[in-house]
């Protein structure tokens, strides 16, 4: 499985929705291009990662992720995109798996960061799901929740090969940690869960960019703090079997 990683520039968002999606159908035509199966995208890009002004436009989310769905039918690639929900007057942060035009699975967050987040939006309950796409059972987190794990491992248990983590680190809202997510604690959540991770970021200034994918054995491909479209072949065979050797989940308690 080949899979993309759009690090975008926060400051290349627009306040116009119909701007956000026509750069999504731009990043979804490259990674066609490149060959890639699925492209992971940034927290929140389509509205911009704002929680007061997303929480303002969660009653354009449907319309967003029908128009996100056929960008990836229209390219041929499955799409990760995050963008904000409302349902029966609650408003959530969601990350949405489309691919062939199809939502095949939705993720409400559970886990808010900081004030902003819960100032805006609620948690949500439900855990994440697993579903098979290209030979692979993916599952879906976001940002802040790949930092706690237990949501990794639930979605390990269920069967997943690869999580899928749209992400808005800063470099100054966690001050030292921040620079440790995508160095230390995405690849360890690789490592004890035996799947593979796609941590998409937005680059610097405001971010500090280094979007991830990882395996099994660690990090495999690290972006720098630019803007960016990498692509990246992970081996889902490989992994499985290597479940033999490096046996964490089948002897935890």
Not at 124 to 131: I, K, L, M, Q, R
Not at 144 to 164: H, K, N, Q, S, T
Not at 165 to 188: N, R
Request: aromatic content about 4%; charged content about 20%; proline content about 5%.
């Amino acid at each position: 499985m080949r899979v993309g990683i759009a690090q975008v520039a926060a400051s290349a968002l627009s306040a116009e929705l119909d701007l956000n999606v026509a750069m999504l159908r731009s990043l979804a035509e490259q990674a066609a291009r490149l060959h890639a199966d699925i492209l992971v995208t940034p927290e929140l890009m389509l509205t911009r990662y704002e929680p007061a002004w997303a929480a303002r436009h969660a009653a354009e989310g449907e319309w967003l992720r029908e128009a996100a769905a056929r960008i990836s039918a229209d390219a041929g690639v499955a799409l990760v995109v995050s963008t904000p929900e409302l349902a029966d007057g609650r408003r959530f942060i969601t990350v949405t798996l489309l691919a062939g035009g199809q939502a095949l699975m939705h993720h409400r967050k559970r886990i808010l960061f900081g004030a902003a987040e819960a100032a805006s939006f609620e948690a949500g309950s439900e855990p994440t799901g697993v579903v098979e796409l290209a030979g692979a059972r993916i599952g879906l987190a976001l940002c802040y929740e790949i930092e706690f794990p237990a949501l990794a491992r639930a979605a390990a248990r269920a069967g997943a090969d690869l999580m899928c983590v749209p992400t808005a680190l800063t470099e100054g809202v966690t001050g030292q940690v921040s620079e440790q997510v995508p160095k230390v604690i995405v690849p360890a959540r690789s490592i004890e869960n035996q799947m593979h991770i796609a941590y998409a970021n937005y680059a610097r200034p405001e971010y500090i960019g280094q979007s991830t994918v990882t395996g099994p054995l660690g990090t495999l491909m690290r972006a720098g703090t630019e803007p960016v479209l990498a692509v990246h072949a992970i081996d889902i065979a490989a992994a499985r079997a290597g479940r033999a050797i490096n046996t964490y989940l089948q002897d935890l308690p």
